[in-house]
């Protein structure tokens, strides 16, 4: 009985252990993009092609900006003063211009792919 309960307890250890591994592996990198007085910091972000990521966005102005990438139809309204962390697909590569709607003439960038 004690062979037993030592094996299902080695067993469970096992799987607890690899359940660790799968979800750190799975959970997608982050990169932070930062908006002060209507621009977008860093202005290129470069990510790994083919890959999901979270995009983590802080919005240091006190007025709310909505993040746009036209050609992903993504959307987002970011608040004044508040950080958001948008679930980004994976990009095929190429480059993906982004916009502040409200303040598109200085809040701009662009994510390439590769």
Known sequence: MRRVIGLLQVVLLSIAGSAALVSAADTPPELALTLDQHRFS???????????????????????????????????????GKTLQLRMPALKPGTYQFIGDFHEKTAKGHIVAE
């Open 42 to 80: 860093p202005e290129e972000l470069r990510v790994k092609a083919n890959t999901p990521f979270i995009l983590v966005i802080t919005n240091k102005d006190k007025e709310d900006e909505e993040f746009e990438v036209p050609s992903l139809r993504i959307e987002q309204i970011v608040s004044g």
